[in-house]
């Protein structure tokens, strides 16, 4: 079983800014890209982000130019940059291990273990 371990997240005001991290096995088999998803009660997970090894992000409409995704390779950690946070981003929010650059997460086999973000008006 492949670990990843996320931190940050928390509560913040409609406006404000959160990072995200999640750190991941040196290698992973298969599965060079990371991804962030999130799932609010009520609805499917989402692809937010994602990124390859040497960069080229992918973002979410709803999220690009709001939100940005970054990898230390170095640290085996990929961040999840949140500003401009708005009540719609309220969520829990998920890394994950994925082999091509797709925001759907059947691309994705290793996950973390989640952690809440909520924004208030």
């Known amino acids: 079983q492949v670990q990843l371990v996320q931190s940050g997240g928390g509560s913040v005001q409609a406006g404000g800014s959160l990072n995200l991290s999640c750190v991941y096995p040196?290698?992973?088999?298969?599965?060079?890209?990371r991804g962030w998803f999130r799932q609010s009660p009520g609805t499917e997970r989402e692809g937010v982000a994602t990124?390859?090894?040497?960069?080229?992000?992918l973002y979410a409409d709803s999220v690009k130019g709001r939100f940005t995704i970054s990898r230390d390779n170095s640290k085996n950690t990929v961040y999840l940059l949140m500003n401009s946070l708005k009540p719609e981003d309220t969520a829990m929010y998920y890394c994950?291990?994925?082999?091509?650059?797709?925001?759907?997460?059947?691309?994705?086999?290793?996950w973390g273990q989640g952690t809440q973000v909520t924004v208030s008006s």
């Open positions: 990124i390859g090894l040497g960069g080229n992000p």
């Open positions: 040196a290698y992973i088999h298969g599965a060079t890209y």
């Open positions: 994950a291990a994925g082999s091509a650059l797709s925001l759907s997460e059947s691309w994705y086999k290793d």
